[in-house]
């Protein structure tokens, strides 16, 4: 199939084209009716939810010194929630709308969604666009997200919320972030995690599909190595989650001596944890492309036996051999050559997945720890500490 291929309207499916948070926005003209407008939503949920938190702690004296407990500047996360995390959720979905958008649209442009499959195709992304646009998920994640907020007693972490106590009692500031901010928060976070869990079932419903895939594509994956950027797409998500975690435990190391070993097995925890979600989808193509390569393996190595014995019959023993299109073949061409296609077949890996992948899931989540490990070991003493291995 030609790469100039075009695409259809349908082919063009995107995370977020219509889903019923951003529709719901644009009913309160929070959002553009065309268009994400991801910039100036972020500003303004970052200043609905702290301005409010800020304004109230200073007009009580609590914002920089507390008579009792911590003044609120010194509780990390509560400002990283709102002037990092929740803007970050929301530039993010720029970033998944034009990714996403690029990785399906190839599976058509490569060639590995064939004509014969194309109806399939097409349905398949038809129904992912009904899900994607159905209220159903949100209504379920924004009733969680209450259930979760009402739920959880007022009480639950009296030292974060100490900056808001005003005679024995929670203060406007303290109830704005439980019934506001942290709301805000969550409903973000869940929303995302219904995304991913949306892309987790894209991929694995197109890894159904009878795809034609390459068995010496150069990419090594079969002609699928376009999806090794999807971990690109939700670089922000990543950035925004591992802020809150850093800056929480950032707080516990600056006010009440925690210790990085301490935090060593949560931290793995988290690494792990979040880099297998955001995998996942990739790891849903790994029985094709295995398939395929078990199968090119047998193909390929009787085309290779094939053409082996004739040119030994012909040139080894002397035999006459009739004429024959495998040893004419232009795109076979001598033994050395056609060896080399069987070796690129060998190398082909049933995980889309390389070294930039891994950078783009493991790089947001190190990023805001760097802060964290640079409370007790200086970033450099750590560097000269590397150089010196090194070296």
Same mark, same amino acid.
């Given at each position: 199939?030609?790469?100039?291929?075009?695409?259809?309207?349908?082919?063009?499916?995107?995370?977020?084209?219509?889903?019923?948070?951003?529709?719901?926005?644009?009913?309160?003209?929070?959002?553009?009716?065309?268009?994400?407008?991801?910039?100036?939503?972020?500003?303004? %949920?970052?200043?609905?939810?702290?301005?409010?938190?800020?304004?109230?702690?200073?007009?009580?004296?609590?914002?920089?010194?507390?008579?009792?407990?911590?003044?609120?500047?010194?509780?990390?996360?509560?400002?990283?929630?709102?002037?990092?995390?929740?803007?970050?959720?929301?530039?993010?979905?720029?970033?998944?709308?034009?990714?996403?958008?690029?990785?399906?649209?190839?599976?058509?442009?490569?060639?590995?969604?064939?004509?014969?499959?194309?109806?399939? %195709?097409?349905?398949?992304?038809?129904?992912?666009?009904?899900?994607?646009?159905?209220?159903?998920?949100?209504? %379920?994640?924004?009733?969680?997200?209450?259930?979760?907020?009402?739920?959880?007693?007022?009480?639950?972490?009296?030292?974060?919320?100490?900056?808001?106590?005003?005679?024995?009692?929670?203060?406007?500031?303290?109830?704005?972030?439980?019934?506001?901010?942290?709301?805000?928060?969550?409903?973000?976070?869940?929303?995302?995690?219904?995304?991913?869990?949306?892309?987790?079932?894209?991929?694995?419903?197109?890894?159904?599909?009878?795809?034609?895939?390459?068995?010496?594509?150069?990419?090594?994956?079969?002609?699928?190595?376009?999806?090794?950027?999807?971990?690109?797409?939700?670089?922000?998500?990543?950035?925004?989650?591992?802020?809150?975690?850093?800056?929480?435990?950032?707080?516990?190391?600056?006010?009440?001596?925690?210790?990085?070993?301490?935090?060593?097995?949560?931290?793995?925890?988290?690494?792990?944890?979040?880099?297998?979600?955001?995998?996942?989808?990739?790891?849903?193509?790994?029985?094709?492309?295995?398939?395929?390569?078990?199968?090119?393996?047998?193909?390929?190595?009787?085309?290779?036996?094939?053409?082996?014995?004739?040119?030994?019959?012909?040139?080894?023993?002397?035999?006459?051999?009739?004429?024959?299109?495998?040893?004419?073949?232009?795109?076979?061409?001598?033994?050395?050559?056609?060896?080399?296609?069987?070796?690129?077949?060998?190398?082909?890996?049933?995980?889309?997945?390389?070294?930039?992948?891994?950078?783009?899931?493991?790089?947001?989540?190190?990023?805001?720890?760097?802060?964290?490990?640079?409370?007790?070991?200086?970033?450099?003493?750590?560097?000269?500490?590397?150089?010196?291995?090194?070296?």
């Amino acid at each position: 199939m030609s790469p100039e291929k075009p695409t259809t309207a349908d082919e063009n499916f995107d995370l977020l084209r219509n889903d019923a948070l951003i529709r719901w926005q644009r009913r309160l003209r929070i959002a553009p009716q065309e268009g994400l407008g991801v910039v100036r939503r972020a500003i303004f %949920f970052a200043l609905v939810t702290w301005l409010p938190l800020v304004a109230w702690a200073a007009m009580k004296h609590s914002l920089v010194d507390a008579e009792s407990g911590e003044p609120l500047l010194a509780h990390f996360g509560i400002h990283v929630r709102c002037l990092v995390a929740i803007p970050l959720f929301i530039l993010a979905e720029a970033t998944a709308h034009k990714v996403i958008g690029q990785i399906v649209g190839q599976f058509r442009v490569s060639g590995a969604v064939t004509d014969a499959q194309y109806p399939a %195709f097409l349905a398949l992304l038809k129904d992912m666009a009904r899900l994607r646009d159905s209220s159903i998920p949100w209504i %379920f994640v924004i009733s969680l997200a209450i259930a979760w907020t009402l739920g959880s007693p007022v009480d639950t972490d009296v030292h974060e919320m100490s900056w808001a106590m005003t005679g024995g009692d929670f203060g406007f500031g303290g109830w704005w972030f439980l019934y506001v901010a942290r709301p805000v928060f969550l409903l973000l976070l869940l929303g995302w995690l219904w995304r991913i869990a949306l892309v987790i079932l894209l991929f694995f419903r197109l890894s159904r599909l009878e795809l034609s895939l390459v068995p010496t594509h150069a990419d090594r994956t079969g002609g699928l190595g376009f999806v090794k950027k999807l971990p690109s797409a939700l670089f922000l998500v990543t950035l925004a989650l591992s802020s809150v975690i850093a800056s929480r435990w950032m707080h516990e190391m600056v006010y009440h001596e925690q210790t990085l070993a301490a935090l060593k097995l949560p931290f793995a925890a988290f690494v792990v944890l979040w880099s297998a979600v955001l995998l996942s989808p990739l790891l849903m193509l790994a029985p094709r492309i295995a398939a395929m390569k078990r199968h090119a393996l047998l193909q390929y190595g009787a085309l290779i036996s094939e053409h082996g014995r004739l040119v030994h019959q012909r040139w080894i023993l002397g035999k006459s051999v009739p004429p024959t299109e495998l040893l004419d073949a232009p795109e076979l061409g001598p033994v050395a050559d056609i060896a080399t296609i069987y070796e690129a077949v060998k190398e082909v890996s049933p995980l889309p997945i390389d070294k930039t992948t891994l950078v783009m899931v493991l790089l947001p989540i190190f990023l805001p720890m760097l802060f964290v490990i640079a409370r007790q070991i200086p970033i450099r003493d750590l560097l000269l500490d590397l150089l010196k291995a090194v070296v």
